[in-house]
């Protein structure tokens, strides 16, 4: 199984500040046949399901704001939080979907200070 | 608008069994992969189950294999996931969710949308 490990658990950014969580897996997510990995972000607001932010790494769902950027490649990837809102206080999970068991990391808390 | 709603949890004994639905509407069902995954009170997301878009393909998670089964009627736009011998480590609410892409059977998939969930507590 593959394992995805985020980093931090949790961080406080002041409203308008950057914020920077990291996703790192045990095994490549990238399909070499199509160019893609095999990642994505969520957001989870308190009581509310997740909402996919981005997939395949870096492309961002429709109507998501373009503060929310995602990056990398292979094993370790990054999701960036530019201009921090008030709004954007949620956890934040990554999801490879490369190989079943499908695995989430363990979720990042953010706050904003 | 896309949509999928759960239902069918509640509070179950420990070793008995539940099934949980998910109606789907909005989108051409067969046609997509369909999901289940979960989450403990407090606790992170856990991918559960996943079922091709004709349901020829299945996949499940290491702690509900031989336990849980996922299956689909795209007559009605149905997602189902049967859970016996239910445990305590099963409290959770649970989410269907669309595979993000109709690209191949689609197993391999984010999740887009989510349900609201369902609870299911297994408790004597």
């Known amino acids: 199984d593959i394992v995805v490990t985020q980093s931090p658990d949790s961080l406080a950014v002041s409203l308008g500040e950057r914020a920077t969580i990291n996703c790192k897996s045990s095994?490549?997510?990238?399909?070499?046949?199509?160019?893609?990995?095999?990642l994505a972000w969520y957001q989870q607001k308190a009581g509310q399901p997740p909402k996919v932010l981005i997939y395949?790494?870096?492309t961002r769902e429709s109507g998501v704001p373009d503060r929310f950027s995602g990056s990398g490649s292979g094993t370790d990837f990054t999701l960036t939080i530019n201009s921090l809102q008030a709004e954007d206080a949620a956890v934040y999970y990554c999801q490879q979907y490369y190989s079943s068991p499908q695995t989430f990391g363990q979720g990042t808390k953010l706050e904003i200070k | 608008q896309v949509q999928v709603v759960e239902s069918g949890g509640g509070v179950v004994q420990p070793g008995r069994s539940l099934r949980l639905s998910c109606a789907a509407s909005?989108?051409?069902?067969?046609?997509?992969?369909m999901h289940w995954a979960r989450q403990a009170p407090g606790k992170g997301l856990e991918w559960v189950a996943v079922?091709?878009?004709?349901?020829?393909?299945?996949h499940y998670g290491d702690s509900v294999k031989g336990r849980f089964t996922i299956s689909r009627d795209n007559s009605n736009n149905m997602l189902y996931l049967q859970m016996n011998s239910l445990r305590a480590e099963d409290t959770a609410v649970y989410y269907c969710?669309?595979?993000?892409?109709?690209?191949?059977?689609?197993?391999?998939?984010?999740?887009?949308?989510w349900g609201q969930g369902t609870l299911v507590v297994v408790s004597s």
């Open positions: 969710g669309k595979g993000g892409t109709d690209y191949g059977s689609g197993i391999y998939n984010w999740l887009d949308p």
């Open positions: 395949w790494a870096s």
């Open positions: 909005g989108f051409t069902f067969r046609k997509y992969g």
């Open positions: 095994q490549s997510v990238f399909y070499s046949s199509n160019n893609k990995n095999y």
């Open positions: 079922i091709s878009h004709d349901g020829t393909n299945i």
